[in-house]
């Protein structure tokens, strides 16, 4: 009985004790409350109301949204299907038996096509895979690029000349032992097939004849695609969610055609909140998704101030800048005063973050850095330009008209495609419509006044401007952009834009351009010898883009353009930037500005990377993994940008692959970029 009285009496004098703690407020849950005030669990945060203590607690350790959450929706979707190539020229042929003929067959037996294997059997006709990526935030109905390219086992030779018919992609897979397995039809592709430069190289060029690309050529049949972010599994709840879906709410809002305010993010499920673009950041998702990631989850007026003024100092400091600038644009409107502080530092990485901060706020103060950190420093260039293109204000076009003078060709071209964002209608960009395929810009840069600081300009040469460029796509836009409105031809020429002749006599100062085709009447017309005059031409009689940008290429090789010509001249993400020397930078500090134009460098730093790049000056395809040597090229380059002897043209420049190719170098210590074959190369490589 002993044994059993005992353990009774234990249990009540601990059920009397609890209950006392209970009373005087002593549980052990109280006192880790009271010794951490701000709980890093959302799930702990039971009242949204602080605490008067908690109203003027000044530590700063804010949770932000990015603590709690992973982004969803930036994935590329791959897509595959099979289609037909008409319009060859002998060079197409009967496709041998497989699943990928099979399939065609039944397409073309759904169409109620005719004769399909006679079809098929015919030299003009070739059986192509078709691929693409489906791009992240895509809306239903807008297009992407789409790749082409004969089986390995194809009588097929070319593909040049061809034209896509309409093909179906959708998710594939091919899973052992079940062959070949079709998801969803998310889009469908058609369009001209674009032949990429050849090179000397026969084995080589026969097998790019084999590929292709159709710019603009998918078109999204699949439901818009939005981001979203999803809880950590152990805090998800619907009451974390709507908490997270509110503060972003609070920040981005938008409001609807009744001028009613709504919020650009919404709680789906416990798990899961769907994000709204705002129309700001619509050409740099990444941005957004970097902002909205800083955005306190939980935050007292007092705390709020407290950091601030923490990131007005932080700002200051190279190393911290980028990452305090995004965190004041999170804040919102209250950081501009910090902001605008901040573009009066000495240093231009301080100065570039805060106006590309800016820019995403709506203020344009920082437009003149924007403008000089794309001139200047190559590594901030696709960064700088983006923020430019989200401003629309006077200034921003006259900062980007000015860029497009310069004698870079990336800055030039970059310049143009972020005026083109913010008003496709500016008088000084607007293109062209060529049929319905393409975009002709013609831009009188020879009437405008060049920058009075180019680092890229050589001694001796026009201080006015760049000089004439011609600047054709190869992915994303189809489009032709002439820098100088009177170029001419250069005669004695002949030149094929297709089945479009385009011939010159010696010393004419007319060219003729024909067309001649059985069953057809002949089409002759003699115009003058200005490369628009002569694309309008040929246009007309039916030339399509892919043969447009094969006879500027064609008339580049053979001498009759003396313009500069380019291929997706386009400003790159993931550069490294080199920071002044402390001494240099103490220097700076102290007289208000930089003494020397070419200071010295020391170890860098990489801004940004290659899948951040603002979607203006990005194809849509994936980032694939560089060799050992073009990282070795990247590692020369970065050393040529170092020692300031860089002229930042556009890395698929075609004169540069008339450069010795021997070594990386060239007598001068400068880098050979790649040409534009080369970068095609590239692209294929599977």
Known sequence: MKNFVNPFIVLITLAFSFAGCQELDLKPQSWLKNVNMRSQSPDEDEEEDFSELEKFETKVETPFVGDYTQITGKNLIALQGVGLVTGLKGTGGNPPPSVHREALLREMRRRNVKNPNMILRSPSTALVIVKAYLPPLIRKGESFDVEVYLPGNSEATSLEGGWLMEAYLAEQAMIQGRGLLKGHILAKAKGPILIPPMGEDVEVANGMLRRGRILAGGISTADDRDLALYLRNDFKSIRNAQRIANKIGTRFHHYDQYGIEEPLAEAKTDKKVVLKLKPRYKHNDSRYLQVVRYIAFRETDVAQRVRMQKLSEEIMIPEKAERASIQLEAIGKKSIPILKMALKSPLLEVRFHAAVALAYLGEGAGLKHLAEAAREEPAFRVYALAAMSAIDEPEAHLYLRDLMCMTSAETRYGAFRALWTLDKNDPFIRGEDMNGQFLLHVLQTELEQGTSHDPNQKEGSNARNGGPMIHITHRKHPEVVLFGSEQEFRVPMAVRAGEVLVTGAAGSEEVIVSKYEVGEPDQRKKVSRNIAV?????????????????????????????????????????????????????????????????PKRRKGSRVGNENMVPNIFHDGAPQSKRSKKSEYEEEMRERAEAEGDSDNKGEASLSDTRKPKASPTDEEGKFVKRGAFDSWLRYFKK
């Open 534 to 598: 002569v694309i309008r031409t040929a246009v007309e009689m039916g030339a399509s883009y892919p043969d447009i940008a094969a006879m500027i290429l064609q008339a580049h090789r053979q001498g009759n353009i003396d313009a500069q010509v380019e291929i997706d001249a386009l400003p790159e993400g993931g550069r490294m930037y080199f920071r002044p020397e402390p001494e240099d930078s103490l220097m700076a500090l102290k007289s208000g500005e930089m003494k020397s134009t070419k």
